[in-house]
């Protein structure tokens, strides 16, 4: 599986950024896929999951502001960011793996980073 991400960009506090990763290969719904994000200094944290059932998870600082969905049919998992918060300013990644779990080293399958940076 090759991942390929893109949305990130340069928004203000408050304002959504939707964050997409394209999936090659034909077993895509067969996998777990999640959002991780890391700042500089930081390590890779876990931001959202969604399972092959659809069943979601969420880090706690972004319940009720970032959605995370997939689109088995393109091949993709979107995450939409709304009320953004400089705190999220981060590279973020999308990953793809057998296990759902908010461990990145569970995942095997990783797209490049995409910044995002929120002003406050």
């Known amino acids: 599986v090759q991942l390929q991400a893109s949305g990130g960009g340069l928004v203000q506090a408050g304002d959504s950024l939707r964050l997409s990763c394209e999936a090659s290969g034909r077993t895509f719904s067969s996998y777990a896929l999640a959002w991780f994000r890391q700042a500089p200094g930081n390590g890779r944290e876990f931001v959202a999951g969604?399972?092959?059932?659809?069943?979601?998870d969420y880090t706690d600082s972004v319940k009720g502001r970032f959605t995370i969905s997939r689109d088995n049919a393109k091949n993709t998992v979107i995450l939409q960011m709304d009320s953004l918060k400089p705190e999220d300013t981060a590279e973020y990644y999308c990953?793809?793996?057998?296990?759902?779990?908010?461990?990145?080293?569970?995942?095997?399958?990783w797209g490049q980073g995409t910044l995002v940076t929120v002003s406050s």
């Open positions: 990953a793809a793996g057998l296990a759902f779990t908010i461990h990145p080293g569970s995942y095997a399958f």
């Open positions: 969604i399972r092959w059932d659809w069943h979601t």
